[in-house]
């Protein structure tokens, strides 16, 4: 990766989730006046697992406010002109989203010194409600105060533009966990040698719907059931294995696995199933030139899984798993070409140096003018 940017880089963060954390220093070694980041706490409630350690990007700890819950829900972090003062950067990347109310005052820091601040987001869907005009203007008022906007997908650049934003001031990012794979390319025969085998990776709770997993797999004839792999651990896990021995006796729990620990699964998987939201795995399966199956959910893993590499299915939907599952395990041949393009995909498209190139990219443009 060649990119940099000469300035120093400000990033304001609600929270800091752990699998941000190799982006952040990636991005900081792109930046050559160096990238300082503050964020929060997050909810209890909200079950994220947080990082205050970063190996190359300096980072300030501050306090969230939560207020209020739900659709109401609102956030303000204090500390935040003491560390713009402190840290005095060249360019801001704020997350795009109104209700953080001390985004506001940050964004003003930065534009009474004429410096550049990006906003970074999912997306503007549609608003529901007989409010839905007025919010849809307050919506736009807010981002038209950046200088630019960066967001995961093809989905959320529609949506800003739609919403009435300049669309060459939209920047597409797509959403990385991981970056370009090292290693060659793991071939497979265009057969099953076995049972096919399915795989998931990832925490065992209830967003991940592992119970439509399980019971779509017992729907499918008996010559087409796979051998189920289910690696990782967490507050379902009891739950899914009562189930399990229910639905789908052969399920098997390998518990929570990482590193080189989980490197014979992907080996030994046919198809990476992931039938609810959250999952970091997915790019790493790609990576093991794997096909996947997804369930839909705010766009950004549009880019990421298309037809040519996988399969997005309606959120919990057991049908439509189950009739997934039948259409994938049906042709092997097919799978193992899907399974090269979705090793293409990780390899070309979406790894964490083409998502710093890009805000190399904006950050560069910005600075030009």
Not at 22 to 27: A, E, G, I, K, V
Request: a neutral charge; charged letters at 20%.
């Amino acid at each position: 990766m060649s990119a940099k940017y000469a300035g120093k880089l400000g990033v304001l963060q609600r929270v800091l989730p752990t699998y941000r954390a190799p982006f952040f220093d990636m991005l900081a070694e792109a930046c050559q006046g160096g990238l300082s980041m503050c964020a929060g706490q997050p909810r209890l409630s909200e079950g994220i697992k947080i990082t205050r350690e970063l190996k190359v990007a300096n980072f300030t700890p501050v306090h969230n406010i939560h207020l209020l819950g739900g659709s109401l829900y609102l956030c303000w972090q204090t500390g935040l002109s003491g560390w713009l003062a402190a840290q005095n950067p060249d360019a801001l990347i704020v997350e795009a989203n109104p209700r953080y109310l001390s985004t506001l005052p940050a964004l003003r820091w930065m534009k009474t010194r004429s410096r550049p601040v990006i906003g970074w987001g999912l997306g503007s869907p549609p608003l529901p409600g007989p409010m839905a005009d007025m919010r849809r203007s307050g919506r736009l008022d807010f981002v038209h105060q950046f200088d630019a906007l960066l967001t995961y997908s093809q989905r959320g650049a529609a949506e800003y533009k739609e919403l009435g934003y300049p669309a060459e001031r939209i920047f597409v990012a797509p959403n990385a966990v991981a970056p370009r794979p090292q290693h060659m390319i793991q071939e497979r025969p265009p057969f099953f040698k076995d049972r096919p085998c399915l795989l998931f990776v990832g925490r065992l709770q209830h967003r991940k719907r592992l119970d439509l997993l399980l019971r779509a797999c017992a729907s499918l004839p008996a010559e087409m059931q796979p051998r189920l792999v289910l690696v990782g651990d967490g507050p379902e896990r009891q739950a899914l294995e009562l189930l399990a021995s229910q639905v789908y006796p052969s399920a098997e729990f390998a518990g929570s696995r990482h590193g080189p620990d989980l490197m014979p699964f992907f080996a030994e998987a046919d198809l990476f199933v992931l039938p609810g939201t959250g999952g970091l795995a997915v790019q790493e399966a790609m990576s093991h030139a794997l096909p996947v199956i997804v369930a839909q959910g705010d766009g950004t893993q549009d880019d990421l899984v298309r037809p040519a590499n996988g399969w997005q299915i309606p959120a919990n939907d057991e049908n439509a798993l189950g009739a997934t599952l039948r259409l994938a395990l049906s042709d092997a041949a097919c799978l193992r070409s899907m399974g090269l393009e979705s090793y293409r995909i990780v390899s070309e498209e979406i790894n964490l140096e083409r998502m710093v190139e890009v805000f190399v990219e904006v950050l560069d443009q910005l600075g030009e003018k």
